[in-house]
Nanobody, 120 residues
């Protein structure tokens, strides 16, 4: 069983910063792409940023230049540094990982989410 546990959410004023973390645990061969998604009230969940196992990153246009995704492969941990936060960044942020659980089998896993609230 693979578990993803997010931390680092909270309440921050507009213009402030937060750093989210996601720790993966359990038994698996490797973790492929990891990413952060978010879901605001009344909206669909969408990708914020993703990073492959070799460090290639992609960002949603709305967060480019403000958010930075990174990962620590040795400790199976994913990060999201969020700067210049805006009220529209308010959402539940979810960690996602594509996990190679056994040879040739890759499965997606999700964390339970962490709430980020940005006040104006």
């Amino acid at each position: 069983q693979v578990q993803l546990v997010e931390s680092g959410g909270g309440l921050v004023q507009a213009g402030g910063s937060l750093r989210l973390s996601c720790a993966a645990s359990g038994r698996f061969f490797s973790i492929k792409t990891m990413g952060w998604y978010r879901q605001a009230p009344g909206k669909q969940r969408g990708v914020v940023a993703a990073v492959t196992s070799d460090g290639t990153t992609n960002y949603a246009d709305s967060v480019k230049g403000r958010f930075t995704i990174s990962r620590d492969n040795a400790n199976n941990t994913l990060y999201l540094q969020m700067n210049s936060l805006k009220p529209e960044d308010t959402a539940v942020y979810y960690c996602n990982a594509e996990v190679q659980v056994i040879l040739k089998v890759v499965m997606p896993y999700w964390g339970k989410g962490t709430l980020v609230t940005v006040s104006s």
